[in-house]
């Protein structure tokens, strides 16, 4: 849970209108005084916008506003939990939700941050959008999905099989839970966490496969400033993609960092304070030059 602390001087919760006029949930925290820059996160595959506390807690005492939406189907935003009709959906409301942002903190520059099926939704968006993430300052590519995943072969020859004679059709994705992190109190609280799912639809997995490779395939596209953040022991994304994907970007400023015997939910590990601090340091070095905090 996130500690509304003194040091956040409004938060802010609401909604806006996605695509085919869903009412999408997000929250905000804002600091006192100005706002030196904005992230906004988006969250993995049964996450919600409420698991990335440590962030803000981190950011907010640095002047930094975050903003985090729930996607379709997740969290407190309606939807069958783990399905979307076309990869499109994510990809719309992801760009509904950057213009949300600009137009409530025009003269603030912006970074986004992907977790996992949250960093292809980035990571699309802004190869599919390249005009409009030219606005960006950067994004953060945070355990991407971007190779090989933890989901066994049979549930994705199911998948794949049903999506489009049955594309509603749920599975559990059968991730274990204890790889999301190495801190027990994490998992113990993620096992009560009732608006976390592990769902995933025929549908989203198709949908899921066909963007990621449609993402590789157009890595040497891509311009704006990257950073990935994976941990190396993660069993649910493995860290190899990430390593393949940065070696193929043609951009001048990319970094990763692979943090050893680190697990999926990097902001929640043992070592979150270490990777936040990169996140922080990264993000500094890119606010632009005529920033007048």
Not at 52 to 63: C, D, R
Not at 111 to 133: C, K, M, T
Not at 152 to 181: E, M, Q
Not at 275 to 282: I, P
Request: proline share 4%; aromatic share 10%; charged share 20%.
């Amino acid at each position: 849970m996130i500690n509304h602390s003194d040091r956040v001087a409004s938060y802010q919760e609401g909604t806006f209108k996605g695509v085919k006029e869903i009412d999408l949930y997000y929250q905000s925290w804002h600091p006192q005084g100005k706002v030196k820059g904005i992230l906004a996160i988006v969250h993995g595959l049964g996450g919600h916008s409420r698991r990335y506390g440590n962030i803000v807690e981190h950011l907010i005492p640095k002047q930094y506003a975050v903003y985090a939406l729930d996607l379709r189907g997740h969290g407190r935003s309606p939807g069958q939990r783990g399905y979307i009709n076309s990869w499109a959906d994510f990809r719309e409301d992801l760009r509904a939700f950057v213009q949300l942002i600009k137009t409530q903190q025009p003269e603030s520059p912006v970074f986004i941050l992907g977790h996992s099926l949250g960093a292809i939704i980035v990571l699309d968006y802004v190869l599919r959008y390249p005009q409009e993430a030219s606005e960006l300052q950067g994004a953060i590519a945070l355990a991407p999905a971007i190779g090989k995943v933890g989901v066994s072969k049979v549930r994705l020859l199911i998948g794949k099989l049903l999506s489009r004679v049955w594309p509603r059709f749920t599975l559990n994705t059968g991730i274990d839970l204890t790889a999301a992190s190495r801190d027990e109190k994490i998992l113990a609280a993620y096992a009560q966490d009732t608006l976390r799912h592990t769902l995933a639809t025929a549908r989203l997995a198709t949908e899921f496969f066909t963007t990621v490779d449609w993402v590789n395939a157009h890595v040497a596209d891509w311009q704006l400033p990257l950073l990935i953040l994976h941990g190396g022991a993660d069993r649910v994304a493995l860290p190899e993609g990430s390593k393949i994907f940065c070696q193929r970007l043609n951009c001048v400023d990319k970094s990763i960092v692979e943090y050893p015997g680190a697990y999926h939910e990097l902001q929640n590990d043992l070592n979150y304070q270490e990777v936040l601090t990169d996140l922080e340091n990264w993000l500094e070095q890119r606010l632009p030059a005529n920033n007048d905090y």
